[in-house]
């Protein structure tokens, strides 16, 4: 049953087929009399959709008064037993009746498939792909400024999602992907216990599936050793400054899909790239909050809220002025090791329900 309502739309084809699969069956020696049919080589559904072609209609079953009572009761009444409305105004009654109910349960079927078929184009509609308002500029390439060239459309739209509360076995069938920050995390909390970490300093989103991390293997073995019900990807610090936003995104894009080709049936969750320090980001030309900021503007119009989610632990690390809290990191840049649970306890309110 619950894999019936996670699927109402085949439910209502295997209804509407079941039903159209009746009419047929019924009308072989009435109205479909005249239609070609092997029932070696077709289904009995196949002269409905013959039928249709030719003006003959399901529904038209009933017209005829034997074909009616077949439908409707099974056969004559036997001579002494007296039957609701003898004659023609019974057989009409009946007729009515009973065209009525096919019709009734076929319009509701076919109204269903109508509605259903309306909510997927919608939704197919509100995650189509997030179009850039424009290009990196030449000057910005040549000053290493990662332009930001999404805005916050797909910050916006991500934010929709209402994310549940988890307890830790969530991370049972969990992977994380990362650099020296996801490292922290592996080392200072307790999650290594239950989750599977790929991660190293310098690590980049150019060739993290293939990078061979000491002691698990490569991220594409692992996928085809083990089931993963979630993936966690955090990477982006070590990118700014290289290419473009563009650039930048082409490579994530290419590894968020291999990702999803490789482990279908997971959630994906991109996490935003942890800002620094207020006094680095006055400081520093590359390694700067409006760059960071930037790509992840652009990483987050990944998201589609079904199989991929973005979410930002800037919420849990940052100060007022959004920068990285300067008492929780000695280098700016990274977590003090103690201040990596409030990371873990981000993750522990940013679970998907069913998952």
Same mark, same amino acid.
């Given at each position: 049953m619950k894999y019936l309502k996670k699927c109402p739309l085949f439910l209502l084809l295997f209804v509407t087929g079941a039903l159209l699969s009746l009419a047929g069956a019924g009308g072989l020696k009435t109205i479909y009399a005249g239609q070609a049919y092997d029932?070696?080589?077709?289904?009995?559904?196949?002269?409905?959709?013959?039928?249709?072609?030719d003006e003959i209609y399901p529904w038209q079953i009933f017209s005829g008064d034997k074909a009616?009572? &077949?439908?409707?009761?099974?056969?004559?009444?036997?001579?002494?037993?007296?039957? *609701?409305? +003898?004659?023609? %105004? #019974?057989? =009409?009654?009946?007729?009515?009746?009973?065209?009525?109910?096919?019709?009734?349960?076929?319009?509701?079927?076919?109204?269903?498939?109508?509605?259903?078929?309306k909510k997927a184009e919608e939704e197919a509609e509100k995650f189509a792909p997030i179009a850039p308002l424009r290009e990196t500029t030449r000057e910005e390439y040549?000053?290493?400024?990662?332009?930001?060239?999404?805005?916050?459309?797909?910050?916006?739209?991500?934010?929709?999602y209402a994310f549940a509360t988890v307890?830790?076995?969530y991370f049972d069938d969990a992977m994380f992907i990362?650099?020296?920050?996801?490292?922290?995390?592996?080392?200072?909390?307790?999650?290594?216990?239950? &989750?599977?970490?790929f991660c190293e300093t310098s690590l980049t989103i150019y060739?993290? *599936?293939? +990078?061979?991390? %000491? #002691?698990? =293997?490569?991220?594409?073995?692992?996928?085809?050793?083990?089931d993963y019900g979630k993936i966690y990807l955090m990477v982006g610090i070590n990118e700014l400054g290289r290419g473009t936003?563009?650039?930048?995104?082409?490579?994530?894009?290419?590894?968020?899909?291999?990702?999803?080709?490789?482990?279908?049936?997971a959630k994906i969750f991109i996490q935003g790239i942890m800002r620094v320090a207020g006094e680095k980001d006055e400081k520093d030309p590359i390694f700067n909050n409006s760059n960071i900021n930037a790509r992840n503007n652009a990483i987050?119009?990944?998201?589609?809220?079904?199989?991929?989610?973005?979410?930002?632990?800037?919420?849990?690390?940052?100060d007022g002025q959004g920068n990285l809290n300067s008492e929780y990191t000695f280098d700016k840049i990274h977590l003090l090791g103690a201040y990596n649970v409030l990371w873990k306890e981000f993750l522990l309110t940013h679970g998907v329900e069913g998952q």
């Open positions: 029932p070696l080589t077709a289904p009995v559904l196949s002269v409905v959709f013959t039928g249709i072609k009616l009572d &077949a439908m409707a009761g099974g056969g004559e009444a036997s001579p002494g037993e007296q039957t *609701l409305g +003898e004659g023609k %105004e #019974g057989t =009409g009654l009946r007729k009515s009746r009973t065209v009525g109910i096919f019709s009734d349960t076929l319009g509701s079927v076919i109204s269903g498939m109508e509605e259903e078929a040549l000053n290493h400024v990662s332009a930001d060239i999404y805005g916050d459309a797909g910050v916006l739209r991500a934010g929709e307890d830790e076995s990362g650099d020296s920050r996801t490292v922290g995390l592996r080392d200072y909390t307790d999650m290594s216990e239950r &989750a599977d970490f060739g993290a *599936l293939e +990078e061979d991390f %000491e #002691g698990v =293997g490569t991220v594409k073995e692992a996928l085809a050793q083990k936003t563009e650039s930048f995104m082409e490579e994530y894009t290419k590894t968020v899909n291999t990702l999803r080709e490789l482990e279908p049936e987050a119009t990944l998201a589609d809220n079904k199989h991929i989610f973005y979410i930002d632990v800037n919420e849990a690390v940052c």
